[in-house]
């Protein structure tokens, strides 16, 4: 009984706590708007969001239809342009996989890639492609390709070699070692990049359209600095990031879990 | 079957000769670090041998091969598959029919006490239930030559016994040549019909003990104890002579 408390207690904890603690931060931003603003004077109001201001903004934008054009552009924009990284992705991890003379060649070429921040391909792809939607799914590419090959890479390098031999041992081809063995052993370190490099994709993303789209939540965003409204600024920061997170948890992390659980790990 | 071996992996064996009967349990015992894995490793075609060649059925060994299938220490099980479709891994491999691997796959589990178990995830076996597991995968094959490297040395004590008696039923019951690579004599002499001493350094195969004594062996009577006295002491000067070499 007494135990049967203590974990009805700790599970109102984990549930409400998280909630409760965002709640919070929101009247404490609200207040902060508010005696900053008004009371003190630290802030003009044009100049610090306010959290009801931005819902306000968030409420004109979806009756206007911007809000819901901009998710739809982005979320397609990303999902090609993830999906090419993907593929090339893969192809270029496995080749690296195969040849461990190229991946000694190509390995710190492409860490050094990883540090350009995606922002840096935008110039060029616009030079390359001209000012249209071939030029965002490019910065996307280059922004998590590279990620994805290396994570491919890795992953089927470090299969268990003990699960190599077995399948060996059984007498099975090289096409049956990949499928039956590899592929499947490899599969966490492949869901790992993935998601890994959905987030450089997404951030690649919202790069390339603050600098050259013309639709699309990057732009809305950049809108809202030509309109000198904060709040949708704001408003488009907190989507972004909340589209990010919502696609982290509810896609790759519950297909991770789901694996993981499954071999007890 | 004929199994001739006469040459050095690396630096780690010297000129081993011998010659494996078909249906034979064979042991091979040595001071660690003597190379009774790589002749294991070897045999499965796993490695080449520098020099000589290992002959299976007349014919020589290439590489790895289904009619010598490896178990290890590690019961290497896929945890990505429950325990029957592990077992029907190499059956599927081999192309058996869908019905034919669910078939044998049932027989074999049984075999290893285990068909209660089938559709269990890795993670749920006990360490004893994975290398039983995995001597099913192993049999399911049909193979001429089960080659086992140490497969009981991660288990505790309890359980290695109770796999050594099942062990040695399992053999009468599925009768077929094993290689057993082992740093246990005793385990050797429980189990084998010959027991191979593998010198320290580079010296090679040592001396071939038969094993005659009625199944199942005590391993308290005075004729296990006698034999297990006369290995023991031969590991044992090899692993002196080893260690005054690394003085030396």
């Not at chain 1, 090419?84 to 060649?105: D, N, T, Y």
């Not at chain 2, 019905?99 to 089938?118: G, M, T």
Request: proline share 4%.
């Amino acid at each position: 009984m007494k135990k049967e408390n203590l974990t009805k207690k700790e599970s109102w904890k984990g549930t409400l706590m998280v909630p409760v603690f965002y709640v919070v931060l929101i009247i404490v931003w609200q207040l902060v708007y508010w005696v900053g603003t008004s009371s003190l004077g630290l802030w003009k109001s044009y100049a610090f969001p306010s959290p009801l201001m931005v819902l306000e903004s968030c409420i004109s934008l979806i009756q206007k239809g911007t809000l819901f054009q901009a998710l739809l552009y982005s979320i397609v924009r990303g999902i090609l342009g993830f999906g090419l990284a993907i593929v090339i992705g893969f192809v270029l991890g496995i080749l690296l996989s195969l040849s461990e003379g190229l991946h000694r060649c190509l390995h710190p070429f492409l860490l050094g890639l990883q540090t350009l921040p995606s922002i840096c391909w935008v110039p060029f792809a616009i030079l390359w492609f001209g000012l249209d939607e071939s030029a965002i799914i490019f910065v996307v590419v280059m922004g998590s390709a590279f990620s994805i090959a290396l994570s491919v890479r890795n992953g089927i390098r470090n299969v268990n070699p003990l699960w190599i031999k077995v399948a060996r041992t059984m007498g099975s081809n090289q096409k049956q070692l990949y499928r039956k063995v590899i592929v499947p052993a490899a599969m966490p370190a492949f869901v790992e990049g993935l998601r890994q490099g959905w987030s450089f994709a997404w951030r690649a993303l919202m790069s390339g359209e603050v600098m050259s789209a013309t639709v699309g939540l990057g732009h809305t965003l950049m809108m809202g600095r030509d309109l000198a409204d904060i709040n949708q600024v704001m408003l488009i920061m907190i989507v972004i990031v909340v589209i990010g997170i919502v696609i982290d948890r509810f896609v790759f992390r519950q297909i991770e879990e789901s694996m993981l659980k499954k071999r007890g790990l | 079957m004929a199994k001739q071996y006469d040459g050095h992996g690396g630096e780690v064996l010297t000129s081993v000769s011998l010659k494996i009967e078909d249906g034979e349990f064979f042991s091979i015992v040595g001071p660690s670090g003597c190379g009774k894995s790589t002749l294991l490793n070897l045999i499965a075609g796993f490695e080449l041998p520098t020099e000589g060649s290992i002959f299976m059925d007349g014919k020589p060994v290439t590489g790895p091969g289904n009619d010598r299938i490896m178990m290890f220490q590690d019961s290497a099980l896929f945890p990505w598959l429950n325990v029957i479709d592990n077992v029907k891994f190499g059956l599927d491999i081999v192309g058996c029919s869908k019905a034919e691997q669910e078939e044998r796959a049932h027989q074999y589990l049984k075999l290893v006490k285990l068909d209660k178990f089938s559709s269990y995830r890795v993670h749920e076996l006990s360490g004893g239930m994975k290398q039983r597991a995995a001597l099913a995968r192993a049999l399911a094959m049909d193979c001429k030559v089960l080659l086992m490297d140490e497969p009981f040395s991660a288990l505790d004590k309890q359980t290695t016994n109770i796999l050594r008696e099942e062990l040695a039923e399992i053999c009468a019951a599925a009768r077929r040549t094993i290689i057993l690579v082992t740093h246990s004599v005793e385990e050797a002499l429980f189990l084998s019909d010959r027991v191979a001493v593998i010198g320290a350094g580079k010296t090679g195969l040592k001396k071939i003990y038969s094993v005659d004594m009625p199944r199942p062996r005590q391993i308290g009577s005075e004729p296990f104890l006698k034999l297990r006295r006369e290995i023991l002491d031969d590991v044992r000067i090899e692993v002196e002579q080893s260690e005054k070499g690394e003085f030396d």
